[in-house]
Structures are given as C-alpha cells and as structure tokens.
Nanobody
C-alpha cells in the first residue's frame, strides 16, 4: 500500500483547507485510515480516523466539530476537511492506514505542511 498526502498550505486563522490521502497498491488490505499531525517540538498527535468503507469517523477532541473525514471510493482517497483553522493547527499532517488486526498503523504517507497564521 502506498499513501500520498496532499493539500497543505499557508492560510489565515478561520480559513479552511482540504487534505487528501490517496491510496494505491493492495488497498483491499486496508481497514482504516488515520490522520496524524506533528508540530515543531511536539509529539505526533492523532487527529482522526475513518474506516475504509467510509463509515465510523472518529476525531480527537481538539478538532471535533471543525474537521470532517470522508472517503471517495472511486478514487481510493480519504479527505480531511479542516474548517475554522487556528494557529495551533499548524503542523505537518500525515495519513496512515492499518489492517483490522493488529491496530498498528502499518503504512504511512509523506506529510503535508499546514501553516495557519493569526
């Protein structure tokens, strides 16, 4: 499985961005896709996840109500719609995929930078 994250950029506080995570290869093995972010000097933080079927989205409390996950089945792509972005959302965002078991994320894509100015 190969994952390609894209869509990052520089925006102002209150703006929106949509990140994409395109999967290729043996995608039939994917059970769920998760998004993570890492800000400078901080540990990697879980942002949210969604099943490969496009159901059961789950969000970290820090983004709940502002971020939305969805899946385009035709494109094997998971989207992270980010609204009302704040400076504290500034980070490198990465997507990852996992099987049903184990629950460890096995496949990782390269990150995309999101910078939110105040």
């Amino acid at each position: 499985v190969q994952l390609q994250a894209s869509g990052g950029g520089l925006v102002q506080a209150g703006d929106s961005l949509r990140l994409s995570c395109a999967a290729s290869g043996s995608t039939f093995g994917i059970y769920a896709v998760g998004w993570f972010r890492q800000a400078p000097g901080k540990e990697r933080e879980f942002v949210g996840s969604i099943s490969w079927s496009g159901r059961n989205p789950f969000y970290a409390d820090s983004v709940k109500g502002r971020f939305t996950l969805s899946k385009d089945h035709a494109r094997d792509t998971v989207y992270l719609q980010m609204n009302n972005l704040q400076p504290e959302d500034t980070a490198v965002y990465s997507c990852a995929a996992r099987k049903n078991k184990p629950t460890t994320y096995l496949w990782w894509g390269r990150g995309t930078q999101v910078t939110v100015s105040s």
